[in-house]
């Protein structure tokens, strides 16, 4: 649930195979806080949202190829990231697709840094004039 005033509230649901635990859906649920009667209604399932084959890693790294190269799937994946949140970005260039592919392609901080362009942090330790540069972004 998000308590921002610019998403919808929303939830997500893991359904995972009972034999392996390994997901085969993801659904996400949203409250659409100005419908006369609101209540939560499923919104969409990740590997039918985003045309996925299934939910392994190797249909998640294609994917963030697939964002990569098209900026209609990077800006869906924007305005869907925090449920609708951020429908006023009309455009995604290849910087904005670089970024939605270092944010997906890796699910930690310090691989999507590096991604970017960023040097690793442990650089922090043998160079005193990036640790303090990177202090201060």
Sequence with gaps: MTTFSNNYPS?????????????????????????????????????????????SPASF????????????????YIHTQSQQGNLSQETCDSDCRTEVYCDTQSSTYHDARICR????LDVLVTDPGYAISYSVM
Excluded at 64 to 69: D, G, I, K, T, V
Excluded at 117 to 120: A, E, N, Q, R
């Design 11 to 55: 939830f997500r649901r893991f359904i995972v195979d009972e034999e392996t635990m390994l997901p085969i859906k993801v659904e996400t649920w949203k409250l659409d806080v100005y419908a006369q009667e609101p209540e939560f209604a499923l919104d969409h399932e990740l590997s039918h949202f985003y045309e996925m084959k299934d939910l």
């Design 61 to 76: 790294d294609a994917l963030a190829e697939r964002m990569h190269e098209s900026e209609d799937l990077s800006l869906k």
């Design 117 to 120: 362009g960023f040097k690793p």
